[in-house]
């Protein structure tokens, strides 16, 4: 019984995580269309990140998509 809770939570917070991608891409993306003042260096890095970010999104590694999108919103100062 035990483990039917522990795997039940486990599928919960995944998919909590599979939704939460996209709000971070879209803060990103709306975050870039004000043109923040960053490094033509640290621009490209956030570019690079929040793509990392929706291609582990596209192949289910939600984790890591959410801490490349994370990491890019660090950057952005959101």
Same mark, same amino acid.
């Given at each position: 019984?035990?483990?039917? =809770?522990? +795997?039940?939570? *486990? /599928?919960?917070?995944? %998919? #909590?995580? !599979?939704?939460?991608?996209?709000?971070?891409?879209?803060? =990103?993306? +709306?975050?870039? *269309? /004000?043109?923040?003042? %960053? #490094?033509? !260096?640290?621009?490209?890095?956030?570019?690079?990140?929040?793509?990392?970010?929706?291609?582990?999104?596209?192949?289910?590694?939600?984790?890591?998509?959410?801490?490349?999108?994370?990491?890019?919103?660090?950057?952005?100062?959101?």
């Amino acid at each position: 019984m035990k483990y039917l =809770i522990a +795997a039940a939570a *486990l /599928t919960v917070s995944s %998919l #909590a995580l !599979a939704h939460s991608c996209p709000n971070e891409m879209k803060a =990103i993306d +709306a975050k870039l *269309l /004000t043109n923040p003042t %960053l #490094a033509a !260096a640290d621009m490209s890095k956030v570019k690079s990140l929040r793509a990392d970010g929706e291609k582990f999104h596209k192949e289910g590694k939600h984790d890591d998509s959410m801490k490349a999108l994370g990491a890019a919103k660090k950057m952005l100062g959101i």
